[in-house]
């Protein structure tokens, strides 16, 4: 079977493509933006507060004196470095667990399973908001990541344990222990590659509910206070009421990144979705 | 066996179908032809590629895209199927021409009693019966099947699975029919279960004095119900006749290799299977589609696809139902 | 005289039975079977769905333990063998799946199923000696090597690919191959192409196979002895010729009546020692046949027994002491056991006796 061209692919796939262009934009949008815009603009007290966007600045400054196309410029990357972080430590933490509690089962499995029912009934915002208030030194990013991560691992548990409790049973792996290979390198080399595309899948919409889940806790002033993050800016804008005050250019950049992100994960994900399940997909 | 008439109850002609994929048309279906008496029971079979289901889904116009009916004509009584409008096949569906499908025991509504399942069949098709009309009908069915009335209020999941395919088949036939196409109505069904479930299908049959084109692969259960059989092979039809004729003297080297394939308890510790495997339905050999697994192709095999031709004209020469008719070379074809 | 190759000793498996769960199901019940070490032989398991066949492969494959009796490989219980021990047995008793699909990985091309348990035991050959060796398997089930190897599951064929699955359980040399139902889920036509490679692999590399199937016809064909099965028990045991053509017990009688044949001469329902001269049978026998099977085919059927004799409710022969205990098997030819009171006057068995019994060394003992 000769390899298709990228735009035969392209054309096939044109969810997963158009999702993976924006996720790309948005994700270069910050070095390359860095490139052509100073980024120390995005500090408190650059330039003239709230003025309206002009060939100068043109997003506008905030009521603090910063550019806001800096900022986005040096928010966006922030907020998704938090988003990935956070994304892959809970996935990374859950597909180990649900690895171990499905394939193993036993108490080992009533244990990892109880947990993570117990963790998962726990309001999770509220619990971030304890989490980040009692944390005595200044929050980094970094930390927020991980404040968000401790959070993210209970669903890909119980989502990828259910996936080895079927796969375990599978024809082949009944094979692969006939032809003398141990638990341990069945779990990596029978069930691991199957499930790629849905650890994939996974791991954009982990990456989504980490980005959502800290900008929540940003815009309500949990986050880290001296970065420019998107949630942390939503968070300025609300308390200088830039709404009230039609300083527009302040809330709508942030908010459509928002939007950008979100369309382009959604977009990888279905388009994910449909390579996994070609068959729900109807050929045009 | 049945009571078959010389009635044609559906005549098929040249049918067609293809299935348009990326790589190129999949010739599922390339120029069937055969008629089905009124009354009779037809078997269709055939190895799975064969094109045997897709031929039975063309005859209910249920062939879905990429798939094409590309030519052909389905004559029903005064209808033709391929040329009806989607509302007017609808409405033949079922209540003039319909399917028993594959597996049907389990698309049955799990969460909806049995009775239910039925009347919305007939409800699709019929408007306006009281509630009674339809109770009677449900138990008419029922009965037909051979299930006790009290099974209508019953959940598919308190049902065994011979019961499950039979109430597959009350539903089928509903709308009483004239042509019930059954698809393998037994392949997931134990040896005893078989039996039983073939019985009742021929019992309806009789009922509702209806014409049966049963589907499948299993030679010896064709051989317990039908009266004549199609052997398809690639898409085409390479043999067709009287099921005791096909069974003594095959004329197709195929249904002759088949046929020695069979199990027997006549013969311990000998198996002979049919060499080679089945061709690609996308790249066809050029010719007779059976020539290179052929252990007696001859020159012209291999380019110039065989007619289906009558080898043997049968007692009475006016009635079609006792020819045997071969796609072969090496058959010229005799005068009938 | 030697241990038995492979031995099955009063098997019984149930499953559930926990403390919240109402009832157990009951998959096989007091199960006894032996392969020889000093020949190979062929026994065939039939049953229907829910007879335990499948059970009872998985506990001789040691797949799953048994509730109580016990599982030997030469001698020793399956539970008593050392890591080394155990890494012989795995090698010696190799199975056959019936589904051609499931049990290739899909994210691997065929030759992963291949390569893996040849690396895993044969460590010492190079590469290019494995490669031969996967070759010359591939020979002996008739496939080609350079037609099937470097293609993913989906390109092959359900035949091509159960063909895989038996080279892949003849790469290891084992000393019995278990197949479980092997050719019902490939097209008709491509059965005797597979169950003749295993027939001759047993015939030519002297390997017992034990094939578990719901089709009389092709036990017979292929095997010299055969059990079969209803609802976890060993209804009858013995020579596959007297089993099948002369039936004792009554639930084989009605499977062997069941079966259709591709002989328009001989009638679905009828017995087979009585084959009609005519060519259809009279409506009114029809009638009678279905009559009879009705009662006989529509009870849903439980894993449960309430003690008596599991065939009971659908026997018309059944008398009273039926419901209230299970027959045992008892000899009622020099090489056949059934399990049913009709017989109550034949010998019963010992354990030993039905283990050789079910692979035709009752005499020679």
């Known amino acids: ?248 250019w302040w809330w709508a950049p942030p908010i459509i990144m928002i939007v950008l992100i979100f369309v382009g994960l959604f977009l990888v994900s279905m388009g994910l979705d449909r390579i996994a399940n070609p068959r729900m997909w109807k050929t045009p | 066996m049945s009571r078959a008439d010389g009635r044609i109850a559906l005549r098929v002609e040249d049918l067609r179908v293809h299935y348009h994929t990326e790589r190129g048309p999949v010739r599922a279906v390339e120029g069937v032809s055969f008629e089905l008496y009124a009354g009779e029971r037809l078997g269709l079979v055939g190895e799975s590629g064969s094109g045997k289901t897709t031929t039975a889904m063309a005859l209910m116009r249920l062939i879905r895209a990429p798939g094409r009916i590309e030519s052909g004509q389905v004559q029903l009584g005064d209808l033709e199927l391929l040329s009806l409008s989607d509302e007017q096949m609808r409405q033949a569906r079922f209540a003039r021409i319909s399917l028993i499908p594959q597996g049907v025991m389990n698309s049955l509504n799990p969460v909806m009693r049995v009775g239910a399942q039925i009347t919305d069949t007939i409800q699709a098709h019929q408007e306006g019966l009281t509630r009674e009309q339809l109770q009677e009908r449900v138990h008419e069915l029922l009965g037909f099947v051979e299930l006790d009335p009290s099974t209508s209020r019953m959940y598919p999941h308190e049902l065994s699975g011979g019961m499950k395919q039979r109430v597959g088949m009350a539903i089928s036939v509903a709308l009483k029919p004239q042509v019930i196409i059954a698809d393998e109505p037994t392949s997931a069904l134990d040896v005893v279960v078989q039996k039983r479930v073939m019985d009742t299908l021929f019992r309806v049959q009789r009922d509702l004095d209806a014409a049966v084109i049963l589907v499948g692969h299993d030679m010896g259960l064709m051989a317990q119900c039908v009266d004549r059989l199609g052997v398809m092979y690639a898409g085409r039809l390479v043999e067709i006749g009287p099921i005791q004729q096909l069974l003594e003297q095959p004329q197709h080297p195929y249904t002759r290799l088949l046929v020695s ?24 050999p050029p010719g007779c589609p059976f020539h290179p697994r052929c252990p007696e192709a001859i020159d012209g095999c291999a380019t110039r696809v065989p007619e289906l031709l009558t080898v043997v004209a049968g007692l009475d020469g006016n009635d079609a139902r006792h020819r045997q008719q071969a796609a072969c070379h090496l058959h010229t074809g005799v005068d009938v | 005289m030697t241990a038995p190759l492979l031995e099955a000793r009063q098997v019984r498996r149930e499953f559930g039975g926990g403390l919240f769960e109402r009832q157990r199901l009951v998959a096989v019940s007091g199960a006894s079977l032996r392969l020889p070490q000093d020949r190979p032989v062929v026994v065939a398991i039939a049953g229907e769905s829910g007879s335990g066949k499948t059970t009872l492969a998985r506990l001789l494959l040691g797949m799953v333990p048994p509730t109580s009796g016990s599982i030997l490989y030469e001698g020793t219980d399956l539970n008593e063998l050392d890591r080394r021990q155990r890494k012989v047995f795995r090698r010696q008793v190799q199975a056959v799946f019936q589904d051609p699909f499931g049990v290739f990985n899909p994210f691997y091309r065929v030759d992963h199923t291949l390569t893996m348990p040849v690396a895993k035991f044969f460590p010492e050959l190079s590469r290019a000696q494995r490669l031969e060796r996967i070759e010359e398997g591939l020979r002996a089930v008739g496939l080609r090597a350079e037609e099937t190897l470097g293609r993913y599951p989906h390109e092959l064929s359900g035949g091509q690919r159960q063909r895989i699955m038996v080279t892949r359980a003849l790469l290891l040399d084992p000393k019995v191959i278990v197949a479980d139902e092997p050719v019902s889920m490939v097209d008709a036509s491509l059965r005797a192409t597979i169950l003749e490679s295993l027939f001759r692999i047993h015939q030519e590399r002297n390997i017992s196979l034990v094939y578990i199937t719901h ?143 079910s692979y035709g060394g009752l005499q020679d003992a």
């Not at chain 1, 158009?18 to 933006?33: E, Q, R």
């Not at chain 3, 309430?306 to 409710?313: I, L, M, S, Y």
């Not at chain 3, 009171?341 to 050789?356: H, R, S, V, W």
Request: hydrophobic share 45%.
């Open chain 1, 1 to 248: 079977m000769t390899r298709p061209s990228f735009g035969a692919m392209a054309r096939q796939q044109p969810q997963l493509t158009a999702g993976l262009v924006i996720v790309f934009l948005v994700v270069a949008f910050g070095p390359v933006g860095s490139v052509f815009v100073d980024t120390d603009l995005s500090r408190v007290g650059s330039a003239a507060a709230n003025t309206s966007p002009s060939a100068e600045h043109p997003l506008g400054t905030d009521a603090a004196g910063r550019d806001l196309l800096a900022v986005m410029i040096a928010g966006t990357p922030l907020t998704l470095r938090i988003g990935f972080i956070a994304g892959a430590v809970g996935l990374g933490i859950g597909t180990l667990l649900g690895f171990i509690a499905g394939y193993f089962g036993g108490w080992i499995d009533t244990l990892i399973r109880g947990a993570a029912d117990v963790l998962m009934t726990i309001p999770g915002l509220l619990f971030l908001v304890v989490l980040a208030t009692s944390l005595q030194a200044t929050v980094t990013v970094n930390m927020m990541a991980l404040v968000v991560a401790s959070l993210a691992w209970m669903i890909p548990t119980r989502t990828i344990r259910s996936q080895v409790l079927s796969m375990r049973e599978a024809g082949y792996v009944q094979v692969a222990r006939l032809s003398g290979l141990g638990d341990l390198e069945i779990i990596a080399r029978e069930l691991l590659p199957n499930l790629l595309p849905y650890l994939a899948a996974s791991f954009v919409s982990a990456v989504g509910a980490a980005v959502l889940a800290s900008i929540g806790l940003e815009a309500l002033g949990l986050g880290p206070q001296n970065e420019p993050t998107l949630g942390m800016t939503i968070y300025w804008a609300l308390y200088y009421t830039s709404l009230l005050r039609g300083i527009w």
């Open chain 2, 261 to 284: 394939s069979l199990p027997s308890l006549e013969r311990k510790g000998v198996f002979r299977g049919i060499p080679g495997i089945t061709p690609s339905l996308l790249d066809p």
């Open chain 3, 215 to 357: 089709d009389l016809t092709t036990a017979y064909q292929l095997s010299h002895t055969i059990l079969i099965m209803y609802q976890g028990n060993v209804v009858e045991v013995g020579d596959v010729d007297q089993v099948i053509k002369a039936p004792k017990h009554p639930y084989t009688q009605l499977l062997v009546r069941s079966i259709p044949f591709a002989d328009t001469k001989r009638r679905w329902g009828e017995d087979p020692s009585e084959v009609s001269t005519e060519a259809s049978v009279t409506s009114a026998q029809a009638t009678a046949e279905i009559a009879e099977s009705a009662q006989t085919v529509d009870v849903k059927e439980s894993g449960t027994s309430d003690g008596g004799c599991p065939f009971a409710d659908r026997c018309p022969q059944m008398m009273a002491r039926c419901h209230q205990s299970n027959p045992p098997l008892v000899l009622t030819d020099p090489d056949r056991a059934a399990a049913c009171y009709l017989y109550d006057d034949a010998p019963p068995l010992t354990e030993q006796q039905i283990g050789e019994l």
